[in-house]
């Protein structure tokens, strides 16, 4: 049997990979030849939890061929680093701006990639050569895009702004390694306090009563390690999904969390529907964003009977004093540019909160260092007043009968 070389048009025998008139590998002419599938708001679900490519594959492709093509990928149990991350979706953005098909843009960053992005990033490429859209594809790499963040790809691949999906990406993880930075430099010294404490606090036994500093620096570590292992079980309880859930009832520092899950849910919701998802889907879409139980549940119960911003507002997903600005882009018509703006407000009001939060935790570990200094220091004058009365009482007792150091 023969076919056609797609570029020159000479008679090529089927399963020669290569055409012998022009030298074009046939596989890649052909796929470069095949008309891109349309891309229709109807296509895109709200975000689903991870799960295999053929899930989510194009309907020209059988589930058995984006199954056989894409290779199977072990990715190890660390992450990428933040800016590593970072670097690999601004890349992609540029090639994106650029016009490079996003196949061929991942396999040029795949070798200047390091770690596991080495391997995600061709795994990523072949789902795409397999017919997979953009946002299936990833659901390779969960080391590179959140679950929750390939909601916001799959709205941006239906209004033709990826490159800004990617950006808005890396720009969130750029926030993130800033509000990281911030918290190491906010609890660097009094962290640095309380080491001292911890090191400097038997000294004064060592010296007066000749202990060990081994044996005197126990109950030290001891209080230190008690202190960690609280920090670390609070933040373990604190990102249980059934825990978050009652972060919605609680005061501050909790409401930081809730204006974090606010803003996520602005965000994912401003591109759902500018991408021209209906207001069901765009709902859920926005809700997956979030990874939040509480908003989840409250999308999932939502009735659409009412204007939608009197349904957000009864889902608590925005602030009252948000309200207002809701039901005047409703009215108007600009909701997809109110929530955007509602959000990048929201992450102005979180990076305030997170930095009066970071005070707090400063005094805190300083006033915990100051505690174990002043410790130290009248446990020294205890040592040092009993050790002076000892002796004055032993001299006493060698003085002749009758004779006083008063």
């Not at 199954?67 to 660390?78: F, G, K, Q, R």
Request: a positive charge; one cysteine or more.
């Amino acid at each position: 049997m023969t076919d056609r070389c797609p570029k020159c048009g000479a008679d090529v025998r089927v399963g020669d990979v290569e055409c012998g008139r022009c030298g074009v590998i046939l596989k890649k002419a052909r796929a470069v030849a095949t008309p891109p599938q349309a891309v229709t708001p109807s296509t895109f679900a709200p975000s689903a939890p991870a799960g295999p490519v053929r899930e989510h594959v194009s309907p020209t492709r059988s589930t058995a061929t984006v199954s056989a093509d894409t290779p199977p990928l072990n990715l190890p149990v660390t992450r990428p680093g933040l800016r590593a991350r970072r670097d690999v979706l601004e890349s992609l953005a540029r090639l994106f701006e650029a016009g490079v098909p996003p196949s061929e843009a991942l396999k040029t960053l795949a070798p200047m990639a390091s770690g596991s992005l080495r391997r995600s990033l061709p795994a990523v490429a072949a789902a795409l050569d397999g017919g997979a859209t953009l946002a299936a594809a990833f659901e390779v790499a969960p080391d590179l895009i959140d679950p929750s963040d390939r909601g916001l790809i799959r709205a941006a691949e239906a209004i033709g702004e990826v490159d800004g999906a990617f950006r808005a990406l890396a720009l969130a993880l750029e926030q993130r390694i800033a509000l990281r930075a911030r918290l190491i430099r906010a609890v660097a010294y009094p962290v640095f306090l309380l080491v001292t404490g911890v090191l400097l606090s038997p000294l004064p036994s060592v010296f007066l009563s000749g202990r060990s500093y081994l044996a005197a620096l126990v109950p030290s570590l001891v209080w230190a390690a008690a202190l960690i292992g609280l920090a670390g079980a609070l933040v373990a309880v604190s990102a249980m999904p059934a825990v978050r859930v009652l972060f919605w009832k609680l005061p501050w520092p909790a409401t930081l969390y809730v204006r974090h899950v606010r803003n996520r849910f602005a965000r994912g919701l401003s591109a759902a529907l500018g991408a021209g998802l209906g207001a069901r889907d765009a709902l859920g879409l926005a809700a997956g964003t979030t990874t939040d139980l509480h908003a989840e549940r409250a999308i999932a119960r939502l009735s659409l009977d009412d204007a939608l911003s009197a349904s957000l507002f009864r889902a608590q997903l925005i602030a009252p004093e948000e309200r207002v600005v809701i039901v005047a882009a409703e009215r108007s018509g600009r909701m997809p540019d109110a929530l955007a703006d509602l959000a990048t407000r929201g992450e102005e009001s979180l990076a305030r909160g997170m930095t009066t939060a970071m005070w707090l935790l400063n005094i805190t570990v300083t006033g915990i260092a100051v505690f174990m200094a002043v410790q130290s220091v009248l446990e020294g004058h205890r040592a040092i007043t009993s050790a002076v009365d000892g002796a004055m009482k032993e001299l006493e007792r060698e003085l002749p009968p009758g004779f006083t150091l008063d």
